[in-house]
């Protein structure tokens, strides 16, 4: 027996009509097996992996996260003890301003943003990009509001081959798909590979990374007069995200500010 066909229909009509059919039934297996998914596997905390009622962190991993809001530098994002006034900046960019606009971070690299931090770079918890990005939206709204593109900083080729994946990448197209705002995954290439930054001095760790970055020439006009928001996992001696900065301003934009997930904060000084 053949497919019914209605008189009058279109050719071609039933057979799409089967396949509307056939696309429900398929897309109604996948929830009900993602339900019984689900069931079997509970969600688990983003940090210490014990059992929570959704996706995220337990309430003791969340307590243990220092969010950073102000006030705090208006360049560097260094949290103050106190309110000092709008527009204020501390003594670590007055004594050093770095090429960079404006610096943002969602928290303290403390330990828990620690564990967050290397079990996506190291553990392969990519599942852990979506929640960390929205972090770091929330904390770059500012930036972001008024950027044009989002530029993660890169590996090198061998590094990433290796590793298979960006990890700023994936928190760029997290913070992208939150804030509206595009991602250029191509317009920033870590031209030398360099050692790993763990361990060194910050004099040693500028001369690792000098000469690292470049943005390819077929990129440059693509780049000129915009504003950019570079992207990272963390800050700490900010020796790569200058190196990213200087060669996106050799190439022409306007503007570069930079948003991480979290920054190494020294202890409390007063703001002049």
Same mark, same amino acid.
């Given at each position: 027996?053949?497919?019914?066909?209605?008189?009058?229909?279109?050719?071609?009509?039933?057979?799409? /009509?089967?396949?509307?059919?056939?696309?429900?039934?398929?897309?109604?297996?996948?929830? %009900?097996?993602?339900?019984?998914?689900?069931?079997?596997?509970?969600?688990?905390?983003?940090?210490?992996?014990?059992?929570?009622?959704?996706?995220?962190?337990?309430?003791?991993?969340?307590?243990?996260?220092?969010?950073?809001?102000?006030?705090?530098?208006?360049?560097?994002?260094?949290?103050?003890?106190?309110?000092?006034?709008?527009?204020?900046?501390?003594?670590?960019?007055?004594?050093?301003?770095?090429?960079?606009?404006? @610096?943002?971070?969602?928290?303290?690299?403390?330990?828990?943003?620690?564990?967050? %931090?290397?079990?996506?770079?190291?553990?392969?918890?990519?599942?852990?990009?979506?929640?960390?990005? /929205?972090?770091? @939206?929330?904390?770059?709204?500012? $930036?972001?509001?008024?950027?044009?593109?989002?530029?993660?900083?890169?590996?090198?080729?061998?590094?990433?081959?290796?590793? /298979?994946?960006?990890?700023?990448?994936?928190?760029?197209?997290?913070?992208?798909?939150?804030?509206?705002?595009?991602?250029?995954?191509?317009?920033?290439?870590?031209?030398?590979?360099?050692?790993? +930054?763990?361990?060194?001095?910050?004099?040693?760790?500028?001369?690792?990374? +000098?000469?690292?970055?470049?943005?390819?020439?077929?990129?440059?006009?693509?780049?000129?007069?915009?504003?950019?928001?570079?992207?990272?996992?963390?800050?700490?001696?900010?020796? =790569?995200?200058?190196?990213? =900065?200087?060669?996106?301003?050799?190439?022409?934009? @306007?503007?570069?500010?930079? $948003?991480?997930?979290?920054?190494?904060?020294?202890?409390?000084?007063?703001?002049?």
């Amino acid at each position: 027996m053949g497919m019914e066909i209605t008189v009058g229909e279109a050719p071609g009509a039933a057979e799409r /009509r089967s396949g509307r059919r056939l696309a429900r039934f398929l897309g109604a297996a996948r929830r %009900v097996g993602g339900f019984a998914v689900s069931l079997a596997l509970p969600p688990l905390c983003a940090a210490c992996r014990a059992p929570v009622a959704s996706e995220g962190l337990c309430a003791a991993c969340w307590s243990r996260l220092t969010f950073i809001a102000p006030p705090f530098c208006e360049c560097l994002g260094i949290p103050f003890p106190f309110d000092p006034g709008a527009g204020t900046l501390s003594m670590e960019a007055i004594a050093d301003p770095p090429p960079y606009g404006r @610096a943002r971070a969602a928290v303290c690299f403390d330990e828990t943003a620690r564990v967050l %931090v290397h079990a996506l770079k190291y553990g392969d918890r990519l599942d852990l990009a979506p929640l960390m990005g /929205r972090f770091m @939206a929330n904390a770059g709204r500012e $930036l972001t509001a008024s950027a044009d593109l989002l530029v993660p900083v890169p590996l090198h080729w061998r590094r990433q081959w290796t590793r /298979r994946f960006n990890q700023s990448a994936l928190l760029a197209d997290a913070i992208g798909k939150a804030s509206g705002c595009k991602v250029s995954y191509r317009a920033l290439r870590r031209v030398k590979s360099t050692a790993h +930054q763990v361990g060194l001095a910050r004099s040693e760790r500028s001369a690792n990374v +000098q000469g690292a970055f470049a943005v390819p020439r077929r990129r440059q006009k693509d780049l000129a007069g915009l504003r950019l928001v570079l992207v990272d996992d963390v800050l700490t001696s900010g020796a =790569t995200i200058e190196a990213c =900065t200087r060669a996106l301003l050799r190439a022409g934009a @306007a503007q570069v500010d930079v $948003l991480v997930f979290a920054r190494v904060v020294a202890p409390a000084r007063l703001p002049i």
